[in-house]
């Protein structure tokens, strides 16, 4: 048997943001499973099966590449950005707990540009200084959890990206989120709304806190608040490195 | 004049991880600026004019990109890993904010896999859950405002994830981190020390905050601090999707 995983960052749409590492793992791989628009950007070819499944159902897709894996597939989990944040990587090792039996399986994640930071390079370098990086979905923890990290991210000074900031099935949160982020930083703070960054349907628009609103972000967009000495130069949004003593 | 200038992320180290954007800038350069060691990973060629430079002079780095660049010249500003977190690109747009008749140059910020991303990988998953990333370094801000931070980050239950986390010329203040961790954090709290990922040098050791010393770190390490629900699956580091209610 010599199957193995690898877990692999797509990034967040172009080809030419796909590491050569994630191209060599999918030349060599027997098997593609992942969520259905993912495994669409993989072309299909001769001996390489695909395997789409919905969302939610992470559990289960990694659950079915350990077995395959196990028979001695080459399988290739794709996700959409980095597979470590927000996506598949942590869900193939919860599902690795569960089978003790597996622990000594052939995986490896392979990096690939996360969605906050192709969209920071598109607006500028809004990133630049520290940072935190939130998911905004109630599938997986208590709202109350994503309140008591906007506070302290606020409090602390980062600038923010949040992923998944809005869904069909969870229109409202996202205007809960902008009220409390304007309970705690000053209605002239930047916010970026970058949608599909890299693919045909990108969009940017930058606006102050005190003019975002709801309808700006859509599940296909990442949101990025800029901390307190973030500014527009010509076009471009950005963060100094320094902090003043 | 159509000269341009592309700040770009050549990953931790392996040539396998920079992308295929960075790869296409790099060959239409005429020049490349950077700090030494990152212009080191540039293949020379003719018609490539190779200008390194010392750590500390990014503001004097980025005038000379933009000098270049206005007489025509196809600049690449390379840094390790992703530009936009703690590297060149807010340097860059610091030096433009300085230079109003260069607010329409032609710029382009690359990604690149940031070094945090690339030791979480290799190690699992350690930030599949809500992060932070903090530069320990006070060259550009108080140590005061790290200590805010860090104690934000852990009250707000963040993993974190540390750029220079100690160098040569600051010696002392990872300790004084690993102090204000232990107040805030509990003794068993897992510590991944990765350094130079994906490179010879590679070497990776996780232990708990009660066991982490200081020269575990030094320049070339990224060290990421789980957060409480933070676990070990056979040999990987992995941080859950989900909290419970």
Redesign the interface.
């Known amino acids: 048997m010599t199957g193995w995983i690898a877990v692999v960052g797509l990034?967040p749409g172009?080809?030419?943001?796909?590491?050569?590492?994630v191209t060599?793992a999918l030349a060599e791989a027997t098997d593609v499973v992942g969520y259905i628009p993912y495994v669409a950007r993989v072309a299909p070819r001769r001996g390489l099966t695909l395997h789409p499944s919905d969302n939610r159902v992470?559990l289960d897709r990694a659950a079915l590449a350990l077995d395959m894996a196990a028979t001695g597939r080459r399988v290739v989990i794709v996700s959409s950005g980095?597979?470590?944040?927000?996506?598949m990587?942590?869900?193939?090792?919860?599902a690795?707990?569960a089978r003790p039996a597996d622990?000594?399986?052939n995986?490896r994640?392979?990096?690939?540009?996360?969605a906050m930071?192709?969209a920071?390079?598109?607006a500028?370098?809004?990133?630049?200084?520290?940072?935190?990086?939130?998911?905004l979905s109630d599938n997986?923890?208590?709202f109350a959890?994503v309140e008591?990290?906007l506070?302290?991210?606020a409090?602390?000074?980062?600038a923010m990206a949040f992923y998944n900031p809005r869904s069909k099935l969870r229109p409202h949160q996202f205007a809960r989120v902008l009220e409390i982020l304007r309970e705690e930083c000053e209605p002239a703070r930047l916010v970026l709304f970058a949608r599909a960054v890299s693919t045909p349907e990108e969009r940017l628009c930058t606006v102050s806190l005190s003019d975002a609103t709801p309808d700006m972000a859509d599940m296909r967009t990442v949101v990025i608040v800029g901390n307190e000495a973030t500014r527009q130069?010509?076009?471009?949004l950005?963060?100094?490195?320094?902090?003043p003593?």
């Open positions: 990034g172009a080809a030419a943001l796909v590491t050569p590492e060599a992470e980095d597979p470590g944040v927000f996506a990587a942590s869900a193939l090792f919860e690795l707990e622990h000594g399986a995986i994640i392979l990096p690939g540009i996360t930071l192709a920071a390079a598109r500028g370098a809004p990133l630049g200084h520290d940072f935190c990086a939130i998911n997986l923890k208590p959890e008591r990290r506070r302290h991210a409090r602390g000074g980062f130069v010509g076009p471009w950005y963060t100094p490195r320094s902090v003593a």
